[in-house]
């Protein structure tokens, strides 16, 4: 079954009651062709707020094909980059709660208020041929967000990004309470002058969260700020950073066949967590430059195996 979408300036949140509205069974086994574009409004209050502009809950089952989505999200940056200007915090993109087997092929996400796609409380996702774009200096508009929650089998494959934030596991520990990510594979993927590459992140609190068996593979570095990095000492603009331990337990990431450049001199930084260190994390063929020249690596409570080319030398 498929159902079509054309072009919608509203905020959109499909849950049970758009089974009736639109004539599809969201619990069994559909595809949703986006033929053309779909465009936010340009005025960012109308959204304001809310979590997701494009939002899916508790959906099984469920393919996104194809198609743009264009956040409009310059006016919201403009708005943030003035001094003393009241802003809304601006919304996701899309967004998945609760929902299982998910898959997204093919799709174009431009110039989101904040996060382009974001999965909380979902298992079995694939991500492929995705391309994410917004300008550099846009405020959090990472390619795609996995906060904590019990994330399983999750393929991220064929994804070009930049300018932006890269991709992000995290951020974790922001309740004590609170699930994991696991079993994420995420390969194929080209980053462009980003300020991240593949990056998990945790706050300095304390928490029962972690992340176990993720895996990144078959990755170009161009121009990239931090190509690999784990930071367990998140804190964003260094304001109310309670000077915490990260109680995320990270465990069995692989970077395999990463390369590139970095555009900075460090270029494999492991920043873990005092209380809870990182354990075997593993660098297989990796070859990052800065500047034709060999950058640096940084680790701090990681603990793992280097093993082929390892450029720069590994700290682990």
Not at 119 to 127: L, P, Q, S
Not at 198 to 205: L, M, N, P, Q, T
Not at 247 to 257: A, C, E, R, S
């Amino acid at each position: 079954m498929s159902c079509l979408w054309s072009e919608t300036r509203r905020k959109n949140r499909f849950d049970g009651s758009f089974n009736e509205r639109m004539g599809c069974r969201l619990n069994k086994v559909i595809t949703m062709r986006i033929d053309g574009s779909i465009t936010a409004p340009s005025d960012y209050n109308v959204l304001g707020s809310t979590m997701s502009w494009i939002e899916f809950k508790s959906v099984d089952g469920l393919s996104i094909r194809g198609g743009f989505l264009d956040g409009k999200g310059t006016g919201l940056w403009a708005c943030k980059a003035a001094s003393g200007k009241s802003c809304p915090t601006g919304v996701s993109t899309l967004g998945f709660t609760n929902s299982n087997n998910i898959k997204i092929y093919g799709l174009t996400s431009l110039n989101s208020q904040l996060f382009h796609i974001v999965f909380n409380g979902c298992t079995n996702v694939k991500v492929q041929g995705v391309k994410v774009t917004a300008a550099g200096n846009s405020p959090n508009t990472d390619v795609r967000e996995m906060i904590a929650f019990p994330l399983a089998l999750e393929a991220i494959e064929d994804v070009i990004c930049g300018p932006g934030h890269g991709i992000s596991i995290g951020s974790l520990g922001r309740d004590f309470e609170e699930e994991g990510v696991q079993n994420v594979t995420v390969k194929k993927v080209t980053f462009i002058n980003t300020q991240n590459g593949v990056r998990i992140k945790s706050f300095g609190r304390p928490s029962k969260g972690f992340v176990n068996h993720v895996v990144f593979q078959h990755a170009t570095m161009i121009n990239v700020q931090n190509p690999i990095v784990i930071d367990q000492n998140y804190c964003p603009d260094h304001i109310n950073c309670h000077g915490e331990v990260s109680g995320v337990q990270i465990n069995d990431v692989l970077y395999q066949d990463i390369h590139g450049t970095s555009a900075t001199g460090v270029a494999v930084k492991f920043d873990c967590s005092k209380k809870n260190p990182c354990k075997g994390i593993i660098l297989e063929d990796v070859k990052l430059n800065y500047k034709n020249q060999q950058a640096k690596s940084q680790c701090a409570n990681a603990g793992g195996n280097s093993l082929g080319l390892i450029e720069p030398s590994s700290c682990l």
